[in-house]
């Protein structure tokens, strides 16, 4: 029996992991310029927050130089010109001159070698005393000349937040003999910062770069004043500048940050976009693209699986092409045109290794009978049933049972001499006869048996033999043999 030839890797599923790994393909190159794309987006948007966070903070050390400008000038005045109490009090007037045209300064007041208020562009806070306070406390016991840029504080003449810078007065010999400082809201900044489009969740703020507390935030917080922010560290001890992303504490909002660190005064400027407002255009263009690719991606499937099945389809149809081919349609044993194939090619191999090839030629006994009696019906019944006694009786793999012609089956044993032809032939009669089917024409049993004929060659030994072809002669010779011999009986074919 043959059995259909099968295809390790069909074409079919060629096909189809061709079109996974264009898909595939599709899918990796899209995704790593989608990729590359958010990638150069996230650098431009890290560049833009940096730029804004150096500008930013060359604005506060401007505010923090015009503070301190108006300092100095009424550290000069007042060492100069108004040493006495009485003169410093009588300067209110001029104070308040000078700070009401400036927004970004909420007071300027003087202090006296004992704490006590002197004067201040705020009236009615005579009574206020600052020595607990760090500025005055730093000047007090300093005699350095330079601003001092203290910690935000509650005003001491009001309640909100203030940010203080201060200039030590002294008196003529040196001694210390008072402060004067400015007080900076940290809402101006706020509102300043709010001129800028973030976004609607975008932030900007203003560190102390000695201890990371905030001094400032747009969108202006006043629970968040005067902490230290968790994630300043990164801010404080990297570089000058710098980007990041961060998950804000303050409102849970994911943000793309740059910052700048000013070089003159204590102070971090950090300005952020919410992370998804600052990609939101990249996510729209990567969604649109992401769909465009799935529908691409799902033509090219369906195409293509569409394409697999109809040439799978084709495969089946070539394969089962190729069983009929070789195959007889009644018994489903091989057919003479494979027999004749099968047979050269045993025939050169036995040649070549040295070994015998037997073979047996069957034929039913009185079938022409049979098919007149029972009809061709049944004798196509008896047929398959005969063919099915054979195959199953040839167990070697080697072994080859084919349909030679009309009810002759001609079965193949390379590499088996005569005895073991002889033997296989003899269980092979056996069983047909156990089949025990009646056959009213063939006395003397009158049940279905069959005749064969046996040969055994050598090719390599034996060179006389013109080929395969003078096998199969010997075979039906010793087949009619069987015949002459009274039938139901295996001839052993002699060579001459």
């Known amino acids: 029996m043959v059995s259909p030839p099968r295809k390790k890797y069909p074409s079919s599923l060629g096909l189809k992991i061709f079109v996974a790994v264009i898909c595939l393909a599709i899918i990796g190159l899209e995704g790593w310029r989608d990729w590359s794309a958010r990638k150069q987006e996230f650098l431009r948007i890290e560049s833009e927050m940096r730029n804004l ?99 935000i504080i509650r005003d001491p003449l009001g309640s909100e937040w203030v940010l203080t810078l201060s200039r030590r007065l002294n008196r003529p010999d040196g001694s210390f003999g008072g402060v004067v400082q400015v007080s900076i809201p940290p809402r101006y900044f706020a509102n300043f910062f709010g001129r800028i489009d973030l976004g609607s969740q975008g932030s ?22 005067g902490i230290p922010w968790t994630l300043s560290r990164w801010m404080l001890e990297g570089g000058p ?29 950090l300005t952020a976009v919410s992370l998804d407002e600052a990609l939101a255009n990249w996510t729209g263009e990567f969604q649109i693209r992401s769909v465009g690719i799935a529908v691409l991606i799902c033509i090219i499937g369906l195409l293509g699986w569409r394409l697999a099945r109809e040439l799978r389809r084709r495969e089946q149809v070539e394969s089962e092409l190729a069983v009929l081919a070789t195959t007889d349609g009644l018994t489903c044993l091989a057919n003479r045109r494979t027999f004749d194939h099968r047979l050269e090619t045993e025939w050169l191999r036995a040649s070549r290794d040295g070994a015998p090839l037997s073979l047996l030629l069957i034929d039913v006994d009185q079938f022409k009978a049979y098919n007149d009696i029972y009809g061709h019906q049944q004798g196509d019944d008896c047929l398959r049933k005969v063919a099915k006694v054979i195959a199953g009786s040839v167990n070697r793999p080697g072994d080859f049972v084919a349909r030679y012609g009309g009810e002759e089956i001609a079965v193949l044993l390379p590499d088996t001499d005569e005895p073991g032809a002889a033997e296989v032939a003899e269980n092979i009669r056996a069983q047909v006869e156990a089949l025990a089917l009646h056959h009213e024409a063939n006395a003397p049993s009158y049940t279905l048996t069959i005749s064969i004929g046996s040969v055994t060659q050598a090719p390599a030994l034996n060179r006389s033999h013109a080929g395969p072809t003078e096998l199969v002669r010997m075979a039906d010779k010793a087949l009619y043999q069987a015949k002459q011999d009274g039938r139901n009986q295996v001839a052993i074919a002699k060579a001459a």
């Open 204 to 225: 900007i703020a203003i560190f102390s770069a000695t201890d990371g507390k905030i001094l400032s935030r747009y969108p202006y917080v006043e629970r968040v004043i």
């Open 241 to 269: 500048y710098g980007s990041r992303t961060y998950m804000s504490p303050v409102d849970n909002v994911e943000r793309l940050a740059g910052y700048q660190r000013n070089h003159v005064y204590p102070v971090v400027i």
């Open 53 to 151: 966070a150096k500008s930013l903070a060359q604005h506060a050390e401007d505010t923090f130089n015009l503070a301190d400008a108006i300092l100095v000038d009424m550290v000069d005045r007042i060492e100069h010109h108004g040493r006495l109490s009485e003169d410093i009090a009588e300067m209110q007037n001029s104070l308040s001159g000078r700070i009401q045209t400036l927004q970004a300064l909420k007071t300027l007041t003087v202090y006296g070698e004992d704490g006590f208020v002197l004067s201040s562009s705020l009236p009615g806070h005579g009574k206020v005393n600052v020595r607990d306070l760090a500025f005055f406390q730093h000047h007090s016991a300093s005699a350095e000349r330079k601003w001092f840029f203290g910690p």
